[in-house]
């Protein structure tokens, strides 16, 4: 209610809030509880160590920090203190690869050859695969991008990289396109060179394409297709929560 105050009368949100609008007021000039004084005081500590390591140190290391200089915190207090704090240390983990190649499978003929052009929709879609890291692990999203309209036409979800989430990328734009003849251009992943994939591409008069490996110019367009995907995708997460 304080951040809407200057657009919104405060009666109007109480009202579609379902409090009162004395008691917003009476929150207003409360004093900051106890536990709302300590946590300002350990994120002052916090943001002392991360400067002190120049924003190397993540939540095991500060509170190790503050362990050893007497602080009695928890953990998992630390982290929850850096995350509202807008604080993260620096990561040498990688990312999982979603771009495995299959040695013995045969990839299909390269149709673009890096002409990333089309007269008309549904005449050529690009297509990849990237990462969302979550709380649960990472979440792997597959997207079916039309290159005419720069729309994407099909997307789809999941906890694996098993061949079926890009097919299921691969049915969503068909079922929604329906199209004639078009080429789904890809890399030579194992799950686009996977004999499914292909027999689903065959069944639905899919042509694939996939561009040579280590192509910098195809992996550019791939990524901004994955840019554009995984917006639409959470997009339309949010909207069903």
């Known amino acids: 209610m304080s951040t809407n105050q200057a657009r919104f009368r405060v009666a109007t949100m109480a009202r579609v809030l379902g409090v009162s609008t004395s008691g917003y007021y009476a929150w207003r000039q409360r004093p900051p509880s106890a536990r709302a004084q300590a946590d300002a005081e350990l994120t002052t500590r916090v943001q002392e160590i991360h ?6 140190y993540g939540a095991p290391r500060i509170h190790a920090e503050l362990v050893e200089a007497g602080v009695s915190v928890g953990r998992k207090r630390v982290a929850r203190v850096m995350r ?13 690869r979603t ?39 990472f979440l792997y999203l597959a997207i079916v991008l039309d290159v005419f309209s720069r729309r994407v036409v099909g997307w ?31 890399d030579q992943g194992c799950q ?16 694939l394409s996939m ?12 990524r901004a297709a994955v840019r554009r995907g995984l917006t639409l ?9």
């Open 51 to 56: 400067a002190g390591s120049r924003g190397t």
């Open 211 to 222: 561009g040579s490996v280590g192509d910098c110019f195809d992996c550019e367009h791939n």
């Open 99 to 137: 771009t495995r190649r299959e040695v013995q499978a045969r990839p299909a003929p390269d149709r673009v050859e890096r002409c990333f052009e089309a007269e008309a929709p549904n005449r050529l879609w690009v297509a990849d695969i990237t990462y969302i890291p979550t709380l649960a692990g």
């Open 156 to 186: 789809a979800m999941a906890a694996h990289l098993r061949t079926e989430l890009v097919v299921e990328a691969l049915e969503m734009a068909v079922a929604q396109r329906r199209p004639a003849a078009v080429i789904h251009h890809s």
């Open 233 to 241: 995708a959470l997009t339309d997460f949010l909207s069903w929560r």
């Open 84 to 96: 509202e704090a807008g604080i993260a240390g620096v990561s040498r983990r990688r990312g999982p």
């Open 192 to 207: 686009y060179t996977s004999l499914a994939f292909g027999a689903r591409c065959r069944e639905s008069g899919v042509a």
